[in-house]
């Protein structure tokens, strides 16, 4: 039987040490050219969510995600003034 180092993660339970969350940006966020991009990243996550809920990989990438959608424009907006 062969042990496996564990650590503790913010809920005080124990995980494997590979568990451990990854620091800084997804490299599949940073390759997103525009809103666009990121918005159907942010779909297919949402997707892979419902399928199962304790993705938690697609649950972090979603966050960096919306995150990232948070400080992105929504481009040129054109407003017509009615008369």
């Excluded at 940073?30 to 997707?47: H, K, P, Q, Y």
């Excluded at 892979?48 to 040129?76: I, K, M, P, W």
């Amino acid at each position: 039987m062969t042990s496996r180092s564990t650590s503790r993660n913010r809920l005080g339970m124990k995980a494997p040490a590979s568990a451990a969350p990854r620091l800084g940006p997804s490299p599949l966020i940073e390759t997103a050219d525009d809103r666009a991009d990121l918005e159907v990243m942010r779909d297919v996550l949402i997707d892979r969510l419902h399928r199962r809920s304790d993705d938690f990989d697609a649950t972090r990438e979603l966050r960096g995600v919306n995150a990232r959608l948070q400080r992105t424009s929504y481009g040129t907006q054109v407003v017509s003034a009615s008369s």
